[in-house]
């Protein structure tokens, strides 16, 4: 029996624990057995992407030593920590022999759940029912990070009873860009609103992404406004049949 | 006095800025994207031109040293600044030794004369690397007048502004505030008519470049191997300045630099599609030697370029400045190159993420903070025709890379999140006291808002600016997850498929043959196109059509016989007011509908510049795949010049205005009597 471990993100254990739950579920149902790390935390992109390279240094080496009293791939609901474990760890451990090695071999056994599931399984179909009108955004990191973007168009496209839109400028970033939405709310909340209206033109009540961040950022924009529309994790269109 | 963060707010508050940016990034995109149709191999392309770039940077210093023996054995004469300062000094030294001579050879063009007591005036050409150095500012102070030529930096001049974006300075204006400075400034009457406006440059301009004592210019390639210098233009501003006055002065980032012209062919498929969305720019300049009666000057600069070599950002000097990373920035969206500022208020002189990493790069601390606005989404990288890394340059700039090893870091951080994200990576090492913390959030979180699930924050906390912030989850992930067995009933059998194959490069193959691609490539940039096995024939056909009987005309080029016999006069000397230059083109190039003109006798470089009309005969046999095709037929050339449809601009809200500083109109005969 394959065995994959989940890293669930920090954005997902504390605030939509559904997400995890989701891929689970989607996981068993195709025969995959899943792991969960307990002293897993969080990838230490916050502090990398700040600048404070020691702080996320530390997070960092503290997840791989976690992963490896594991076995099996990791799969993560998050396109951005996918990129992170994928490529700014080999930026954080450059020059260091032990480390780098110690993260490349991180890296290697790293998925993004879309990509895992296409990629790795060979699933495009998960048997999944959907009642309506999708639109998806693609994910900054997820997009443009690993290159993931035909994997969970492909998936959501096989979604019964789904009507696929698609979202015009779907590949502009929603402004959530980590501490830049608190360091630069202005410039955040210019590219929010276009995401938003962006959306309206979709018509559809339900817009789809591949990741946390920009989960709870476009959902915190719409509930301030008042909007009807919904944002969900991928893996819970998925995990529904 | 503002902070960065009072300009941001008050470019987004700009709603006439929005627009100009709205308009600039959505056509500069759409613009590009169709351009790179045209190479499906660009993927490659661009790796290519990133390991080029790579290379040159890791051996500059054997590259400089070859680029400058080859420039000084053409003549040029080499200078080498360390920074702005010793670059300013150069060019004043320059100015200072000007011979009295130089005064009165230009005279032959020159339709006024000035007292000798009168500035020293120069004709600049864009040049981002002389905003680097504030050149304009320390020549003013001199007493010098530097007129701007380029139609958006001379917009900019009028207006005291800088150029907000490196390729189209004036991207931050409309046409209506260019009307109401060219009634303020030139005196015509206020319109909004982009052509009219354009027109209205090109006159007061035309003046400057036949006046000037100087042409000033930057470069975008240097060529190790033959020491030609690349500038690409397409108003034909570029050409002036190093045609037409009788010294040139090129100013040069000492990191542009390409091995060899094929290198250089290769950068030249990159960098206009990026930058303009053109396969080619209306003109791609070639110079080798000084031309006749001219004296040129090259000063290569480091200002900073040595010191960033040996850091951690070496790879921003891979950047060929096109500009692409700007367009495709949604920070540079909302701000516009003039609200990128330093802690200083000074405007940084890069904008854009690849301002914000060489801006602090190369002048250092004072504009780290730039970095920090970007939520790293990586459009820029995936724009780039070198494939810069930008996103982990930025992180490497925040840092502190850019001035010393990863100490501390967390440059342009606001304190209160430095502290947060340090205190929240100490719960991240200690899973328990995490778990406690998710925990204590939860209810904290609860009691703020135990009605809904989302928090509204205030709006100084940042978040609470533009969306509410959701309550911590009651019960955690990590919390409830019990490893389920899977149960064999709820099983799905999935359907495998293999995942899509991404779509491999096509081959490029010209359709039809050259003479018909060569046709359809200029005719849809204006051009116009004769095929004929009797030139000469024909073009007295055009000229007496257009009531033209005097042209500057390139020798061994038409039958002159029967030029005389038609009445048509011709002379082999630039002369201002002539309005038809006839040239032979020394190649042809079907995938972009270029010509090639180079110098030589009877000044086909003049003919083909200054008239409002430019006529080129082009051997049938000598239309060329593409450019790299042609390199080899530069290098012995003193100076050469790609010519790829009429002069044209778009410096006024991105409108297409055809026919700025050089020719309107370009008819090439297509000499079609050696075949069959």
Redesign the interface.
Known sequence: ?TQVQLF?T?L??????KT??AV?EIL????I????A?????C?Q???????????R??AE?TIKVFEKTTGDIVTPSGSCAHMFR??YA?LFEGDPTWILRAKALAARTYEFTEYL??K???????AHWDGLLTYHPS??T???INVD??PR?LLANVRGATLVELPHA???C???????????????????RKISNLEMTQSPTLVVTDAGCL??I???L??QKKKQRVIHIAEVLSN? | MHTF?QR??QS?ENKTLQIALDNNAERRLKGRALAFESIPDWRERRQRAHTIRDNVIEQLDEYLAQFIAKNEENGVIVHRAKDAAEAIQIILQILKDLPQAHKENQKEISAHQRSSASPIIIAKSKSMVSEEIELNHALEKENIRVIETDLGEYIVQLRHERPSHIITPAAHLRKEQVGELFHEKLGIPYTTDIPTLTAAARKVLREVFLTADIGFSGVNFGVAETGTTCIITNEGNGRMVTTIPPVHIALMGMERLVPNLNDLSLMLSLLPRSATGQKLTAYAQLLNKPLANQTRHLILLDNGRTRLRNSPLKESLYCIRCGACLNAC??FR?LSGHAYIGSDQSIAPYPGPIGSVISPGLLGENYVQL?????????C??VCPVDIDLP?LL?R????SSTQP?V???????SS??IG??L??R???H?KL?AAS?KF??LGTYLLSPRSK?I?LP?F???G?????????G????E??I??N??ES???T???????ESATAEEIELKGNKIEQFTKELTALSGHVTITKNPTQKIIEFLNTRRISKIHLEPNTLNESLLQEASIEFTHTSDDQILVGVTNAICGLADTGSILIADGEGRPLHASLLPEIHIAILKSSDILSSLPNAMGLVKDKSAAVFITGPSRTADIEMTLTIGVHGPKEIHVFVDDSNSG
């Open positions: 029996m669930i920090c997902a254990d504390s605030f939509f624990p995890g739950q689970v068993l149902r195709l025969g057995d899943v792991d969960f307990r002293e897993q935390t969080c230490g916050p502090q990398f992407n700040a600048g404070l390279r020691k702080d996320a530390a997070i503290h490529h700014n930026e296409v990629d399984l060979g699933v495009t179909d998960v048997g900054c990191h997009l443009r990070g035909k994997q492909a590949e502009e970033c402004g959530f860009g980590g501490i830049m939405s608190v360091e630069h709310p202005e410039l955040s909340a210019e590219w929010l609103k709870m950022h959902a915190g924009g509930n301030r049949i | 963060r941001i707010r987004i949604p920070v909302e970095a920090q606005a970007s939520s790293l989404c990586g459009a990288k995936d982990k992180t700039v925040r840092a502190g990863a501390g870091g967390g440059k342009g951080l606001s999140t430095k994200l340090q929240y990576a719960l991240a090492t899973p995490y998710q959030a939860a989302w509204r709006a906390t940042g978040w600016y533009s969306k509410d912030f959701p309550r911590f989850a019960k955690t992930f990590r409830d997850f490893k389920k899977i149960v709820e099983r799905f999935p359907k495998i498929r293999p995942a899509a």
